[in-house]
């Protein structure tokens, strides 16, 4: 069992020295766009799998490079299935589904980013706060610079303009004060 071990390291080290390790990478990229897996090649090329996990993701260019040729698998598989479906006749459709939904399994694990389920959601939310100007002596006052922020084209709370209290019977003028501030 010693010696077949040896002549797979022998074989992994052959195939990653740095004189062939692009055509290596090629060689792999290739054969994984083409349907193959990672653990198949290896399989194929008789070198252990975990050692050429471990090569590729010591190096960041071929762990991104990697990421590329399984996104070109999964895309392959993606076209296999769709193809399946389309074809597939009323024998065959379980099969179809079974094809599909493994690809599209595999396509969530591999490219999760364009495959996987959408959880990320960016918001960009500013919120204003309203602040009672040190000059305002009375409501009126307060009353005429909210409807100044209200009438803004910076104006994130548009719910108090239908705020009766807070707008009757003010003049509003077109530019924005300095009563309001982002937090």
């Not at 195939?15 to 090649?41: C, F, H, N, W, Y």
């Not at 209290?165 to 003028?173: I, K």
């Amino acid at each position: 069992m010693g010696a077949v071990m040896a002549a797979r390291r022998e074989r992994f080290e052959a195939a990653t020295a740095p004189v062939v390790a692009d055509a290596t990478m090629d060689e792999i990229g290739q054969r994984m766009s083409d349907g193959e897996s990672l653990k198949t090649i290896c399989a194929a090329m008789d070198i252990p799998y975990s050692k050429m996990r471990t090569w590729i993701a010591e190096s960041d260019a071929r762990e991104e490079t990697y990421q590329n040729f399984k996104a070109a698998f999964v895309e392959h598989g993606v076209d296999l299935a769709t193809k399946a479906v389309k074809d597939a006749t009323p024998e065959t459709v379980a099969v179809a589904r079974l094809h599909s939904d493994h690809f599209l399994k595999l396509a969530k694990a591999y490219v999760p980013k364009e495959y996987g389920d959408k959880t990320d959601v960016n918001v960009n939310v500013q919120q204003w706060v309203l602040r009672l100007p040190e000059q305002a002596e009375s409501t009126e006052q307060w009353r005429a610079s909210v409807a100044r922020v209200i009438n803004s084209k910076h104006a994130a709370v548009p719910q108090i303009a239908q705020t009766p209290a807070l707008t009757s019977g003010v003049s509003v003028p077109e530019t924005v004060s300095a009563d309001v501030a982002p937090v």
